[in-house]
Nanobody
Framework: QVQLAESGGGSVQAGGSLRLSCEVS????????MAWFRQAPGKERERVAL????????NYADSVKGRFTISTDNDKNTLYLQMNSLKPEDTAMYYC????????????????????WGQGTQVTVSS
């Protein structure tokens, strides 16, 4: 099975940047639909960025559009989330996830459709 492991989280001042990484191991990098989610205390898990690797398309939540960029490395075994112009409201636990579900378009998939998850990495943005 695919295993995901996030890294790169930390504390940063508002306006700063962080790059999160998600290492993929434990099997072939076959999942074509991958995403970054975040969850702050008391809030529901939110999909912030998505990549459809087959279609080479991306999708972002309105709250992060223009500031966050999802990408993969050349070997397609690492998923990244570049976060710029960070705001205090970006503070959350960030998770990478992969979906093998084939019943819907990648862009339409939510939390329940992602079967592989990393352990999460904390991002804290201070004002």
């Amino acid at each position: 099975q695919v295993q995901l492991a996030e890294s790169g989280g930390g504390s940063v001042q508002a306006g700063g940047s962080l790059r999160l990484s998600c290492e993929v191991s434990g099997g072939t990098y076959s999942s074509a639909c991958m995403a970054w989610f975040r969850q702050a205390p008391g809030k529901e898990r939110e999909r912030v960025a998505l990549m459809d690797r087959l279609g080479s398309s991306t999708n972002y939540a309105d709250s992060v559009k223009g500031r966050f960029t999802i990408s993969t490395d050349n070997d397609k075994n690492t998923l990244y989330l570049q976060m710029n112009s960070l705001k205090p409201e970006d503070t959350a636990m960030y998770y990478c996830a992969a979906s093998s579900y084939a019943g819907s378009l990648c862009v339409r998939r939510g939390q329940a459709d992602f079967g592989y998850w990393g352990q999460g990495t904390q991002v804290t943005v201070s004002s």
